[in-house]
C-alpha cells in the first residue's frame, strides 16, 4: 500500500507538470485501479497473496511467530473524480510477534528480498531502509516493514474487482492477540534466541 501511495504522488506531480493532461488521475499514473492494472479473480487472488505471506515466512530462518488478520478490500477511486471505478485493493497483513531487534533488522530484509530474487520476483523500489518490497508478474505485491518500535508488518495485496465487502472472506482465521483492555495489540512480545538479540 505504501507504494501505491507514493506512485500515486508521483502520478499527481507529472499531471500538474504536464498541464492537466494526465486527466484520468491516478489511474494513469500507475497508482492503481482498473485503469492500469489487470485484474486478479479474487480466489485466485486470495490464494496467491496467501502463498507470498507464506513463502515469504518460511524462507526467514530460524522461523518467526506471527498472526494473519483478515482479508481487507478498500474500493478504488479516480484521482479526479472521487467515484469508485469497479476495482478494489485486496490485502492481508501478517504481524510479525517475535521480537526483532534493531542489529537484526536488516539481515531480516536482506533474506527476504534473497527469497523473492530467487523466486523471479521483481524488487521494487524503496524510499525506506525499513521496508522491501517485490511484485509478482501478475502484479501481486508483498512488502515487509519495520516500523520504529521494531514490529515487523508483512502484508500482500493485490488488484481485484470490487467484492463490495471490506472483508470478503470473513474474519481473521484466529483472533488477533489483544491488550488487558481488549484492544488489538500486534506488537512483538516473543523473544528468540538470534532474532531478538
Same mark, same amino acid.
Given at each position: ?15 500538474? *507538470? $504536464?498541464? /492537466?493532461?494526465?486527466? #484520468?488521475?491516478?489511474? @494513469? ?5 482498473? !485503469?492500469?492494472? &489487470? ?12 502463498? *507470498? $505471506?507464506? /513463502?515469504?515466512?518460511? #524462507?526467514?530462518?530460524? @522461523? ?5 488478520? !483478515?482479508?481487507? &478490500? ?124
Amino acid at each position: 500500500m505504501g507504494v501505491v501511495v507514493k506512485l500515486r504522488v508521483v502520478g499527481a506531480v507529472a499531471a500538474v *507538470l $504536464l498541464g /492537466g493532461s494526465l486527466a #484520468a488521475g491516478c489511474a @494513469s499514473s500507475g497508482g492503481g485501479g482498473s !485503469a492500469d492494472h &489487470a485484474l486478479v479473480e479474487i480466489g485466485t487472488a486470495r490464494t496467491e497473496i496467501d502463498g *507470498l $505471506l507464506d /513463502g515469504t515466512t518460511k #524462507a526467514v530462518s530460524p @522461523s518467526l511467530k506471527y498472526a494473519d488478520d !483478515a482479508f481487507q &478490500a478498500r474500493a478504488h477511486e479516480d484521482g479526479v473524480s472521487r467515484e469508485a471505478d469497479g476495482s478494489a485493493q485486496l490485502t492481508r497483513r501478517r504481524y510479525v510477534l517475535t521480537k526483532v531487534a534493531r542489529g537484526n533488522q536488516a539481515k531480516l530484509l536482506e533474506k527476504v528480498r534473497e527469497y523473492w530474487k530467487a523466486q523471479g520476483y521483481t524488487i521494487t523500489e524503496s524510499a525506506s531502509t525499513f521496508e522491501a518490497g517485490a511484485r509478482t508478474e501478475d502484479g501481486v505485491g508483498i512488502t515487509v516493514s519495520i516500523g520504529a518500535p521494531g514490529n515487523v508488518t508483512i502484508s500482500a495485496n493485490a488488484w481485484v474487482k470490487d467484492p463490495k465487502s471490506e472483508q470478503p472472506f470473513g474474519a481473521a482465521p484466529s483472533p488477533l492477540p489483544t491488550k488487558a483492555d481488549g484492544t488489538v495489540d500486534t506488537m512483538p512480545k516473543y523473544d528468540d534466541p538470534e532474532w531478538s538479540r
